[in-house]
């Protein structure tokens, strides 16, 4: 991609050790170049804002320097993060500019909060923000240490990406599969018992809430949860009260947490206007404009030619208000909804007419609200007010609210959809404690929204005479792309020529290193993938094979297989849902045929299995498309870490290549260091030697796990967690070098019009 | 662009509460509200050395709104503090004081900072479920059909803020003031729930706290002149009142968001003031008497009203219209003309009243529960001070109309709860141990820690260097002289006990409150003939103080819970 642009002249600028005056030099660099290093600074807490660039540079010396400091970065992050993890974690106390004080336990909001300066720590900073928890500098710092002992981090990056993509999933599948229980008292209906949901919440709020607090707020949820489904609610109602969390909890400080509860109904975040008490029949409406009818619309003009005029349209204006409040009073409307500021007029007249009116609404209540009921917002009848108003909710009842001396609005809406509308009070003594339940809760629901789909999984094995394992795909297809006509030497062969040159020789150094951006790896690994089956077609039928052509190639391949996948994920997640047996599938690889004379067009053509089978006599890439079933769950303190450990030290014994050996060991190793974490305060018995030791015979006899902590956790969330980690450790190891910019951050349209000029 | 600077690097720190400086932090604060505490205790002069008007004090809703506190643990106490305070009114040196204690006192411990806590959360739900139970013995049902309790309770609060600069004659006057000013904001008849009005304080700065007075009604402040002018009209007899929400001036605010072309020669202030006159001619077809508005009457309409004999105010202001409208069972018109008949209400009567140099229009309600609190002091901080007072009386006498309870206050309930859990820890700590997680030793510890950080609170009531004793009967709080000779002659040093309710002539035995005793066990049972006579308890609020123990409690706990604090400091 960015990769063909940069000349060795660029690089040897950005290489220069000490740049006389680096500002002008950065200034006129080539579109080109910012372009590339775009990715690499986007994930910064502030776009645009350039402070710090990692860019990739020749030179061990460099990267070895580099690799110490990200080294050092991550133990001091490790440091803070890991005192709040588990149910013996500790709160973190964090105050804004603004003098607010927050509390929190979750690690993306810390880093974020420590507005931290060294690039490596940002991008882990951008990885926790979406993250369950906040292990992965833990994860960073253990493997940091291997790291060490070889210099060859280029290398180890992609063997760890090899390992993201395929063994994980792999050793998931085939595995851990059989430790996995399930939340679902009924796989089909996928009914959730209480107990169940107890120890999950309970185990998940352990680590985000107050250590006082969290046996009553995973209550509260509980609560929450089985008051606010219906029977066959799924998904939807998940996504629902994820989003509007923050309009379906009303936050009261100065009141013990205990005092938190559920109440029925909608509470609206202000007061009435009007208040007018009724019972029986309500129906609301929603407004979005003044109902008083004015002067002029936007873009119109009145003119007034006499006072009499004047007053008439006053007098109009009155009579039209009269008669739509009227209107509303004769449709048995009490409740008027409304997200602009009324005027007096209206108060005035909805008074009369016995209508209660809450004004000011924001707009996500009001687009709660409308989830809800599916009410559309009321629109004013342009002349005659005849006819029925249509966009009418009924609702239970519709009350002032009171809390702590301040007043609220509390609507029994009812619901047109799945989720029967409650509400959470949260109280607590201080305003961060509140806020952190909040986030805790929504942090919850999407927790639940990932355990509910489930996860896919999708591997490549080679079933071949002579390789069985894994990564030894890699190293075939690239042997083989060894083989393509050296006058092709365009970009895209160069990244698979290195690829080769390192799995002939691990302790080579290498002459040139290729700056390859992570994603054009994955596209090269995807690619290499296919090849084994093209290649030698190549070879036989086409020894004049261009750059060209094999570029032309490419998106096509990769066009191909993404329809391949979407095919056979529709299946198997199909299947999945009903029975948990794995499906495997294995099917025909990409059958190219290629027409003489045409030159770059390459039709691509899909073929059955069993023809395939048939006929072909190359090494046999099986894809497994299997799928982790919604609702896997494990035992809390470190049971997946453990197991984890445990098979991919087993796999690794399988492995016959060196470097897949070693991955999967330092991942292995590495993920010990949570429950490391989690045990750390314990003694005797439930020290953590004790625990893996333990955990360790039960696995190597077959027998069942005992776990000594009541808990689950979901199996989605850490594997994505885990994946999260491993792309994220492949980005830093391929940065080697970190050019500090003392330059204020720029915008960067200015640069570019700037630049082109 | 030049604006746009690159953010500092957060500072974080480890472990904060180990640091030399938070500890002296805390500790000064913990002498500042200590210091406060209580009858006795001592005022603080808060002024702002860029200017702004002095301060003097002692309550802590004045005091921690005005300190500045940087560091971020005492942000986190003070913040909670004032959250309590908002919530409850009282108590809220009391939290301060308590969680600051428990701070200090369960560090000592040097236990994990996981043991503290959750045996801090043990011992708090076995302070509160004693407190909310039958058995306990601090606490006194309040008998709505007599006031002596309430009064009692009122004069407790008043007491307890020296900053008013009350004597003791005026706390008797000020107190029944409160409790008449309480009870006129009850509704007469009430059915299931009840919604209690409204007692507005009126500022009477400069008068003699003895000229303070309650009046039921509105009154609306009004200068000399205007009194002379309007007085006149006034109809003898009931008034017809319309109270206005919209500004009747003539102005005309929201026209849309198009443009409006006025043609020439079009005068739209004749326009409006002709709308005016029309809505005028309507009031007085209506029989109006006394037109009030939320802003601004037209000049010219004043003059119409006045020559029909309606009185008219304007600019009543927004704070005034919900009393108003209760008051005179109006409903707020938004609109200039087509007003309803049912929009108006009335007034019982019309008067004017003289308070010092003030002059008022005082309306008498038919029937309602908006009364005025007429308050004088000597000057404005000592009125300020007097101000908040009031306000904490009155909600404290709101919630107690909805727990019917007061604990015993002098010190007395936290001694009593002290020995309690000492008595309990010592007897039954299986009813804690069973839950698991720590041992009896850890448990003895913080149990002591938690006794002590009670006791240590009780103890500042006293600012004189007087002995703080208790007896070992009913662990009440006894304070003597400091230089007391012998502890042979007890009896007839001590008098009674902090909150009135024993004397020493009982058959008690007394011991230092700060030294080590045996746990002893409690006499619960209060004596009704004491609780029944005694008209000068010292009494608390009972859901003010659980709310603070709570409160106090919970913010410790979280401080405790601390292992890094992160400063942004930008």
Redesign the interface.
């Known amino acids: 991609m960015h990769l063909r642009g940069l000349s060795q002249q660029q690089t040897d600028l950005l290489s220069t050790p000490q740049f006389p005056a680096p500002v002008p030099n950065f200034r006129f660099l080539p579109r080109l170049f910012r372009s590339w290093l775009r990715p690499l600074c986007r994930r910064s807490s502030?776009p645009g804002?350039w402070?710090l660039l990692a860019v990739q540079i020749p030179g061990p010396m460099a990267a070895l320097a580099s690799m110490k400091v990200a080294l050092q970065v991550a133990e001091v992050l490790e440091a803070?993060v890991s005192?709040?993890v588990g149910p013996?974690g500790?709160?973190?106390?964090?105050?804004?500019?603004t003098?607010e004080?927050l509390?929190s336990r979750d690690g993306g909001r810390?880093l974020e909060?420590?507005?931290?300066?060294h690039p490596i720590a940002r991008g882990l900073h951008a990885i926790t923000d979406k993250e369950k928890d906040c292990l992965i500098s833990e994860n960073v710092q253990t493997h940091g240490k291997h790291w060490k002992n070889c210099c060859q981090w280029k290398f180890i990056s992609q063997a760890l990406l090899t390992f993201q993509m395929q063994t994980l999933d792999r050793v998931m599948d085939q595995y851990l599969r059989r430790h996995f229980l399930s939340i679902f008292s009924s796989a089909k209906e996928r009914t959730v018992c209480r107990n169940s949901l107890e120890l999950l919440l309970e185990a998940y709020f352990c680590g985000r809430v107050?250590?006082?607090h969290h046996k009553f707020i995973s209550q509260l949820m509980c609560d929450y949860f089985f008051k606010c489904m219906s029977c066959k609610s799924g998904i939807a109602v998940f996504e629902l009260v994820g989003d509007c969390l923050r309009e379906l909890t009303v936050g009261v400080?100065?009141?013990?947490?205990?005092d938190s509860r559920i109440i029925d109904g909608f509470v609206l975040h202000r007061d009435f206007s009007v208040y007018c008490p009724a019972d029986g029949d309500i129906r609301t409406v929603i407004v979005t404009e003044?109902i008083q009818p004015?002067?002029?619309?936007?873009?119109?003009?009145?003119?007034?030619?006499?006072?009499?005029q004047?007053?008439t349209s006053?007098?109009w204006i009155?009579?039209r208000t009269?008669a739509i409040m009227k209107h509303l009073h004769s449709q048995n409307v009490k409740l008027l909804l409304s997200s602009v500021k009324q005027?007096?007029?209206?108060?005035?007249?909805a008074?009369?007419n016995s209508i209660s009116v809450v004004e000011c609404l924001s707009p996500e209540e009001v687009s709660l609200i409308q989830r809800i009921t599916g009410l559309s917002p009321f629109v004013l009848p342009e002349a005659s007010l005849q006819c029925e108003i249509a966009n009418a909710a009924l609702v239970k009842f519709c009350k002032p609210l009171i809390l702590?001396?301040k007043r609220y609005v509390h609507i029994g809406l009812i619901s047109s959809c799945t989720f029967i509308p409650h509400c959470i009070i949260l109280c607590?003594?201080?305003?961060?404690?509140i806020e952190q339940c909040e986030n805790a809760l929504l942090g919850a629901f999407k927790m639940f929204q990932e355990l509910f789909k489930g996860i896919d999984l999708n591997y490549m094995t080679q079933e071949n005479n002579q390789n069985d394992t894994l990564s030894s795909l890699i190293c075939k297809n690239s042997r083989e792309n060894n083989q393509l006509p050296e006058t092709g030497n365009g970009s895209v062969q160069r990244p698979h020529e290195d690829i080769v040159e390192k799995n002939k020789d691990k302790l080579e150094k290498m002459q040139t290193y290729l700056n390859i951006c992570p994603k054009l790896v994955v596209s090269n690994v995807k690619l290499g993938t296919y090849t084994p089956c093209l290649a030698p077609k190549l070879i036989t039928t086409d020894t004049f094979q261009t750059d060209e052509t094999l570029k032309g190639l490419s998106p096509e391949i990769n066009k191909a297989t993404d329809d391949c996948e979407l095919l056979t994920e529709s299946n198997s997640t199909a299947n999945s849902t009903t029975e948990n047996t794995r499906k495997e599938m294995s099917f025909e690889n990409l059958q190219v045929t290629k027409i003489a004379g045409k030159g770059s067009m390459l039709p691509v053509s899909l073929q059955s299995l069993d023809r395939y089978t048939s006929q072909n006599t190359f090494p046999q890439t099986m894809y497994c498309f299997s799928s982790i079933p919604a609702g896997c769950v494990l035992p809390v303190g470190g049971h997946f870490e453990i197991l984890l450990h445990y098979y991919l030290l087993k796999y690794s014994q399988t492995c016959q290549q060196s470097e897949e050996t070693m991955v999967s060991m330092i991942i292995a190793n590495a993920l010990l260091g949570i429950p490391k974490i989690l045990y750390k305060?314990k003694k005797g018995s439930h020290s953590f030697p004790q625990i893996y030791m333990k955990a360790i015979h039960a696995l190597q006899t077959n027998q069942p796990l005992v776990s000594n902590q009541m808990g689950l956790e979901s199996v989605a969330g850490k594997h994505q967690l885990l994946t999260s980690v491993l792309q994220c450790l492949t980005k830093i190891l391929t940065i080697d070098l970190v050019i500090t910019i003392k330059r204020?951050?720029?915008?960067t349209d200015d640069q570019d019009s700037e630049d082109e000029l | 662009m030049s604006r746009l600077e690159a953010k500092k690097p957060s500072l974080c720190k480890k472990e904060p509460l180990t640091s030399e400086r938070v500890r002296a932090t805390l500790c000064v604060l913990k002498g500042i509200v200590t210091s406060c505490y209580g009858p006795s205790g001592r005022l603080k002069q808060l002024h702002n050395g860029l200017g702004g008007y002095v301060c003097t004090t002692s309550q802590s809703s004045a005091l921690l709104s005005k300190l500045s506190v940087t560091h971020p643990i005492l942000k986190i106490l003070t913040t909670s503090v004032q959250n309590h305070v908002t919530c409850f009114s009282d108590c809220g040196l009391f939290t301060t004081i308590l969680c600051c204690n428990l701070i200090e006192h369960v560090q000592r411990t040097g236990l994990t900072p996981t043991t503290i806590i959750k045996l801090n959360k043990h011992l708090l739900s076995l302070c509160t479920s004693y407190l909310k139970s039958e058995a306990c013995g601090c606490r006194i049902p309040v008998d709505f059909s007599r006031t002596q309790i309430l009064l009692c309770l009122v004069r407790s609060i008043l007491t307890s803020k020296p900053a008013c600069m009350l004597s003791g004659k005026e706390i008797d006057h000020i107190g029944a003031l409160i409790l008449r000013a309480f009870l006129l904001t009850i509704p007469e008849n009430a059915e299931d729930h009840i919604i209690l009005g409204k007692s507005i304080i009126v500022p009477l700065k400069g008068q003699r706290v003895i000229e303070s007075t309650v009046l039921p009604g509105i009154l609306i402040e009004i200068s000399e002149v205007q009194l002379i002018r309007l007085l006149p009209a006034k109809k003898p007899g009931p008034l017809k009142v319309a109270l206005f929400r919209t500004s009747l001036s003539g102005d005309l605010s929201d026209t849309g968001e198009g443009t409006v072309v006025v043609s020439d020669g079009v005068s739209l202030e004749n326009a409006v003031l002709d709308l005016l006159i029309n809505l005028g001619k309507q009031l007085v077809s209506d029989h109006v008497d006394l037109v009030l508005c939320q802003k601004v009457i037209h000049p010219s309409l004043k003059r119409f009203f006045s020559t029909h004999r309606v009185i008219a105010i304007d600019r009543i202001g927004v704070t005034l219209m919900e009393p108003l409208s209760k008051a005179t069972g109006t409903q707020p018109i938004g609109a200039l003309g087509a007003i309803s008949p049912s929009s108006y209400g009335s007034v019982e009567d019309l008067c004017s009243a003289k308070f010092g140099s003030k002059h008022f229009f005082h309306l008498v309600p038919n029937e309602s529960t908006i009364c005025s609190l007429l308050l004088g002091n000597r000057n404005d901080t000592a009125w300020d001070e007097l101000k908040l007072t009031c306000q904490t009386a009155v909600h404290v006498l709101q919630l107690t109309i909805k727990e019917p309870w007061v604990l015993l206050g002098g010190g007395c309930t936290e001694t009593h709860l002290a020995a309690y859990i000492r008595y309990k820890i010592h007897n039954e700590p299986e009813s804690i141990l069973k839950d698991g997680g720590c041992t009896q030793t850890e448990l003895q510890l913080i149990a002591e820690a938690f006794c002590s950080t009670l006791e240590s609170l009780a103890g500042s009531l006293e600012h004189d260097g007087g002995e703080i004793l208790t007896d070992m009967k009913y662990g009440h709080f006894w304070s003597v002289q400091a230089d007391s000779p012998s502890p042979v002659n007890w009896p007839g040093l001590l008098s009674r006990c902090g909150c009135g309710i024993y004397n020493s002539q009982e058959e008690l035995s007394w011991c230092f409150l700060r030294s080590t005793h045996h746990p002893f066990a409690l006499e619960t049972c209060l004596p009704h003939e004491a609780v029944g006579s005694a008209n000068n308890l010292t009494l608390d609020c009972f859901t003010a103080k659980l709310g603070g123990l709570q409160a106090a409690v919970e913010t410790a706990n979280l401080i405790l819970d601390l292992s890094y604090v992160i400063e942004d400091k930008n």
């Open positions: 502030r804002s402070r803070i005192c709040c013996e500790r709160q973190v106390l964090c105050t804004k500019p003098g004080v509390l810390l909060a420590l507005h931290l300066e107050g250590r006082n400080t100065g009141l013990p947490v205990s003044a004015l002067f002029s619309t936007s873009g119109s003009e009145f003119i007034l030619n006499s006072e009499a004047f007053q006053q007098f009155m009579e009269k005027p007096d007029l209206v108060i005035y007249y008074e009369l702590r001396s607590g003594p201080v305003q961060g404690l305060s204020q951050p720029q915008k």
